[in-house]
Every structure is written in structure tokens, then in C-alpha cells.
């Protein structure tokens, strides 16, 4: 691992302590294993062996980066043609432009595939509260950096995050805990600096060491699998989506390396005899063979052996294994999708061809179907009240027009892995000609409008024509 790899330091967990919060149960130990599977510098990729002169050494194994493979698969067809919404017009057309406008969609892709990898990831209001103006964006937080304060059954509703900042040119940690006040009844963001181990005075950074978000929703949202926590009872972070997949990764990759060894050991070679070998004369004077250039690795000086016939080239071609190797490293791809929710033939390296509609594949990909909506349910909910709370926070600091209680904001999935959109557009306007689904619900259901702007554009007593 690397030298610069991030912990939270004691005087970090000293200050939660102070707070009169206690820490969550360590999971850190997981976490880097995770982390060491998802980077492929677990030790297991280390293969250690003895040589000739009977001292041990390490080879590297190949590998696939079959953990990152999992999660950046997940996070695409999770959140690549995600969207947002929200029943009130106002606040539906803000939330919309400032998630386009700041890059929001690719920010939440990366969290989940990090969240994904080491069970838990996070996301929080940041504000940067100016005199001239002030503005709020969303950061994304690695679960190394999540500290979870107030959590139960229902989840996390009080979390701090701990992170490196930069100070004048010094590295300093930061933390910044997201507390419900019982007072205002409303979210604070306490930020708290070090430098060297040793507080900074919120002045000399310019930074509000108690800021009232004036919001009564959570600033936060913690990003999680659905898959249950078995490694650690009664924790608020969760597993690794590749938790129970490692044995097959270990195969996969043992298999990989595999097929290379066997294509790179047993190549053909040819062997020449001294006959066959041109030589000159060097500067020295002593005569030396002319190299064949880069070819040179795959030709060899003859030996006589009863098995070659003296003054004639002989090929070493042995047969290679590689068709049964390959059936282990497909057995391993199978294994790999099934235990990572995505169904035995998702990885398969022999398909014809990748997903299409759900159409075509339901009957083989009902786990991909099940295990995605599960994955939605269990990201949507925080991440909506998240933005909900964006939304009211950018109203009361950022004089963005907003209707004052404005309707929550909902997350919109992309569903054309699991149900076919074309097929169902066709029908909804089917029934729409029936008369038997107002006009106005083709416009909120596939093109993420507000009830109000879908009547407005689409009111019942317009005509339907042939391409709507």
C-alpha cells in the first residue's frame, strides 16, 4: 500500500469523544482489505517462490482488476442515466440545471463505485459562505474518512468526515461533523482544523467553526450496497459488494496468469546449429556469432542430443494447455458475476455480445434485474432527501428561486437494463390514445418533468399526434 494512504488520526477520535460521541466499531481492517482487492495490491498477488541459487523471491501475478471491474459495472448501470425530480416547478427546473451545471451525476458515479468497493462512501453539503455571495456544492467522502455518530435500524442521522486539507501550503486534517442542533431543530456543520496535530483558530482560516444550515433535513448521505453487514454486527457502515466474491477473484486471476505463463514458456523455439550461426570478427579480434535481432529471444545454439539429427535446425513447439485453462478462467468469470449480483453469464468472456433490453435477457439476467433494483432502493432514499435539503439550503443562503417548501426532490433511475423503455414509451402511448392514462404523465415519467410543467405542455385537451 502506499505511504499516503489516509487514517484518522487520535486527536481526531479524541475530539469526537469530546463532542460526547462515541466511535462506531472499527472496520478499518476491512476496509483495507477491500480497498487492497479493489487496487489489486493485496498479497495474495505477491507469489513467492525459490530459485536455483536457493533464495526465496516474489512474482508478481497478473490480474484483471476483477474487483474494480465489479464496481465501476455497478456504479455505470446504476448511475449513468440517472435523474432528478421534483413536484414542485421552481425548485424541480433549479435542482435540475445546478446538477447538470456542477457535474453532480459523475461526482455520485464515482462515490458509488468507491462506496461499492469498500462498503461504505458518503456525501455532504459543503458551503462556502462569502460577503458577497455564498454558494453549496456536494463533496464525496471514501469510507476511511466516514465517522457515523447517531445511527440505528432506520440509519445515520448525526456523521463527521475527517479529511486532508491544504493550509498555506501545509497538509492539515479537517473535520467537519454534520450534528442535528436540539435547540434550532435544524443540521450544523461544526468544522474543526489541525496542522501538525495542533488546533487552528477558526480566524486565521477564515472558516465559521458552527454554521446553521437552517435546514431540518440531513446535509448527508451515506452510500451503501444492499447487502447485509455479516463482518461486523451492529455497524453503521456496510460490506464490500465483492465481500463473497474473493475466492472467485483469487481463481480468476490464478487463471489469468495461467494462460499467460503458458503462452509466453511454451512458444516455439528454434534451434540452429553452429553452421547455421554467421560470425565476425569484433575490434578485439575474437570472433563472435551476429545477432538476429529481436528475434534473437526465439532462436537458440544446437546442442547435439540423440533426440536432434547433427547440421539440422530442430523446432521446439509443445503443445499448449490453454483451452483447458480457459474453461477454469470461464468457470471463474461465471462465479464472479453470480456472487457479485449480476448472474452467472454477465462476465462470460465467450457471449457474443453484451446486455441489451430486458426483453432479451430477462431470462437469463433476473438476478442483474432484482439485485439492481435493490441496489436503487437502498441509494435513492438518502440520496433524495440529500438534495431535498440542497434545495432549502440554497434557498435560505444562496437567494436561489425557490418556492419555500418546495416538494422533495426524488431520484430518477435509468430502468433499460431492467425493463425495456422503448417497449413501455409504445404502450404508455397506447394507452394514452385509449384514453385510459392522462397525457401529462407520458412527460413526468420518462422525461423527468413536474406535474404542473408536464399539464402545461401536454394539457388533456391537446390533440395526441403520431410522434408523442
Known sequence: MADNRFEVPAYVRAEVARRGYAMPPDMSEHVERWYQWYTASHPFYDDPYVGVDGKRHKRRKLSLRPARRVCREWASLIANEMAVRSDSPRANAWVRSWCSRTGFYTLFQRGVERAFAMGTGAMALWFDVRDEATSVRVRRYDAKMVIPLTWDEDGTTECAFCTRVTVQGKQAVQLQVHALDRETGTYHVATKVWRDGVPVPPDALGIIADFDTGCASPTFCLLSPAIDNTVQDTSPYGVSVFEDAVDAMRMLDTAWTALYDETDLLRAVLMLPDTMIDVRRGPDGTRRAVPFGEREQRLYRLVDSPVTEAGKPYAFAPAMRTASIHEVYADACAALGDECGFGSQYFQPDKSGGLKTATEVSADNSALMRNI????????????????????????????????????????????????????????????????????????????????????????????????
Not at 418533468?449 to 390533440?463: C, G, I
Request: aromatic share 6%; glycine share 8%.
Open 373 to 468: 433494483r435493490n441496489h436503487e432502493n437502498a441509494l435513492g432514499r438518502g440520496l433524495g432527501l440529500l438534495l431535498t435539503s440542497l434545495v432549502e439550503c440554497a434557498r435560505l443562503h444562496c437567494a436561489a428561486d425557490v418556492e419555500e417548501g418546495a416538494a422533495p426532490v426524488e431520484v430518477i433511475w435509468d430502468d433499460s437494463i431492467i425493463t425495456d423503455t422503448s417497449a413501455e414509451k409504445a404502450q404508455m402511448l397506447t394507452e394514452i390514445s385509449a384514453g385510459i392514462v392522462p397525457r401529462w404523465m407520458y412527460l413526468a415519467r420518462f422525461y423527468g418533468m413536474s406535474e404542473e410543467e408536464a399539464r402545461t405542455l401536454a394539457p388533456e385537451e391537446a390533440v395526441l399526434d403520431a410522434g408523442f
